[in-house]
């Protein structure tokens, strides 16, 4: 079992993809729940207090909005515990959404910056390309636990030896 | 109770969504989100024409153009995003304009860090809260009747006596025992008339000590100093209709607001450094041997580029104009530079914030330092800056004006 990031960070169907898989998705609506089931604090509608922001000082300076700081300390903590990702790019509000552009590529970049086994995929546009997704990401799930045992670098979701393996592959073949 | 639609990229997230409520709740209104379909952003977005990235920037515009559309109900706007985001200021600006340009809905806007406090934000609910619930009130452009002013700063008390559109009296006295203070500046605006407070209509009142002025006079009118000293600001110069910004650089905290047809909708205020206020200018007209009166005109013979003066702060931006005098600089460039360092900080540290509209009006004692107005202006690069007559009265000008109508005193 590993534990995964997925961004958007609130996506249901990427954390139901993960669960399916016997993985854990690092979703934030966990993270949340922890937060308004605290009865000492009272700052609805998600109990973020001032705290929070400056917990995010973490992994964004002070000159970085405070609402950028905000989502990064419920985030931030995700990323650091991910052993894998999955980042879904140019998805609509309702495939998960947390608002801000500037924490969404903050986010992202500390993902790949982690090297770690990280799939990569574009939001489809049509009924091919969603079955095309949903195999990537399952065959990406399904080699996880070898991925991660492995103790490479990592690019594209491969360990980075075999992804240089490939260049060299692809390299040769077009020179041929 | 007013409702004041939230309009926002996500308060929630830097821990300010209950101070934002509490805000409101003190002064009779709730926070309302605008509720709106997910399909309608995108129809929102494209009809609006900004190309938002943050998806929560994007649901601020539809929230916006529900409102202006009518497809959610809001007596006043508070529009805010993150401090130092720039694409949150972008939309803010367009989506505050975009209301005040389709609806009469009054419109505040604020950009908030995680410290930002309820009593930060009470005068603009005030303000908000005043807007909808006194709208006729401040509709006023005339003065009619005997009123009177009172403007109880931190620094100084103003009153005002006004009559049938005009100012027949001013007092100003420095604030030491509030009520004492005010009693002095009333007896100086009614010194060449032949009234006494018992022949006015009403009284106004406003500053720091105004609630409790106002209820030891029974005051009309008690009103925060946001609307009165825009409200005053515009009817002194002549500009009631349309935008204008009004600069108020005080002995403590200076202001910045800007006003719709005589509304205020936005406004800063700065206060931290004293080397950006009028206690500055005071210190050095002090060092350089001359009354307050004649800086400002020694500062319009000098050259500021002439006088070191390399430090903001107030005792080593002193230290500086010392060292300028001792080397054998004039006293036209020390004040001169003096001002323009004002300025500059005003500038660096509020007029950047906030969205300016000219003409400005310059209000305020400091408005009378006239090397200060034209560094403002330079700074600005030549805008236009007005100074009215009785700006240095302004808040007891603008409570003068607005009491007019409510107090029936003389009736009774």
């Known amino acids: 079992m590993v534990e995964i990031a997925i961004y958007p960070p609130n996506s249901l169907i990427l954390a139901d993809l993960i669960e399916r898989k016997g993985h854990t998705p690092l979703a934030l609506q966990k993270q949340i729940r922890q937060k308004i089931k605290d009865p000492e604090i009272d700052s609805p509608p998600m109990n973020i207090t001032e705290d929070d922001p400056i917990k995010g000082l973490k992994y964004a300076a002070i000159e970085v909005p405070s609402g950028v700081r905000g989502r990064m300390s419920i985030i931030g903590p995700l990323i650091d515990a991910a052993e894998a990702a999955i980042i879904v790019d140019g998805a609509p509000f309702g495939f998960g959404c947390i608002g801000c552009a500037r924490t969404n590529e903050l986010s992202t970049f500390l993902l790949r910056d982690k090297n770690i086994p990280t799939l990569e995929v574009t939001y489809p546009t049509n009924r091919d390309e969603t079955f095309e997704m949903v195999n990537q990401i399952n065959d990406f799930l399904d080699s996880l636990d070898e991925l991660v045992k492995s103790d490479g670098d990592f690019k594209d979701g491969v360990p980075e030896e075999e992804k240089e393996n490939l260049e060299v592959v692809e390299k040769e073949l077009k020179e041929d | ?412």
Not at chain 2, 313 to 324: E, P, S, Y
């Open chain 2, 1 to 412: 109770m007013v409702k004041i639609a939230l309009v926002s990229c996500g308060t929630e997230y830097s821990g300010v969504q209950k101070e934002i409520e509490k805000a409101a709740l003190t002064f009779g209104a709730e926070i309302i989100l605008p509720e709106i379909d997910l399909d309608y952003i995108e129809e929102a977005c494209t009809k609006f024409g900004f190309s938002a990235q943050s998806s929560s920037l994007k649901l601020m515009i539809a929230r916006a153009m529900s409102i202006v559309e009518g497809k959610s109900k809001a007596d006043a706007v508070f529009i805010a995003t993150c401090f130092r985001c720039a694409e949150g200021a972008l939309v803010r600006n367009a989506v505050r304009k975009f209301i005040q340009d389709n609806t009469r809905i009054p419109v505040v806007t604020y950009s908030f860090t995680e410290r930002t406090k309820a009593d930060e934000l009470f005068i603009r609910m005030e303000a908000l809260a005043t807007t909808v619930t006194r709208r006729s009130i401040l509709a006023r452009e005339k003065q009619e009747g005997l009123t009177l002013g009172i403007d109880s700063g931190s620094t100084t008390t103003k009153v005002v006596a006004m009559e049938n559109n005009k100012v027949i009296g001013t007092g100003w006295t420095e604030t030491k025992d509030i009520m004492e203070s005010v009693f002095i500046g009333v007896d100086e605006a009614f010194a060449d008339t032949e009234y006494t407070l018992d022949d006015v209509d009403g009284i106004g009142t406003t500053g720091y000590g105004r609630i409790n002025i106002g209820k030891q006079l029974n005051a009309e009118l008690i009103q925060e100093e946001l609307s009165v000293n825009a409200k005053g600001a515009v009817y002194l110069a002549g500009h009631q209709k349309g935008e204008a910004t009004v600069l108020d650089i005080g002995g403590m905290d200076n202001k910045v607001i800007t006003v719709n047809d005589g509304i205020p909708d936005n406004f800063t205020m700065g206060g931290i450094c004293a080397g950006a206020s009028g206690r500055f200018l005071d210190m050095t007209s002090r060092r350089l041997d001359v009354t307050i009166d004649q800086l400002g005109p020694l500062a319009l013979q000098g050259n500021y580029r002439n006088a070191l003066l390399n430090s903001y702060c107030i005792v080593f931006g002193i230290q500086d104009l010392v060292t300028t005098l001792a080397a054998g600089g004039s006293k036209a460039d020390a004040a001169a530079a003096a001002c323009h360092s004002v300025a500059e900080q005003v500038y660096e540290q509020q007029l950047q914030e906030i969205d300016l509209r000219e003409p400005l009006i310059q209000v305020g004692g400091t408005s009378l330092i006239s090397g200060l107005v034209e560094a403002v202006s330079e700074m600005l690069g030549g805008i236009n800056v007005i100074v009215p007559e009785y700006s240095q009265h302004i808040g007891a000008v603008g409570a003068a004006l607005l009491v007019s109508g409510m107090g029936h005193r003389q009736d009774k």
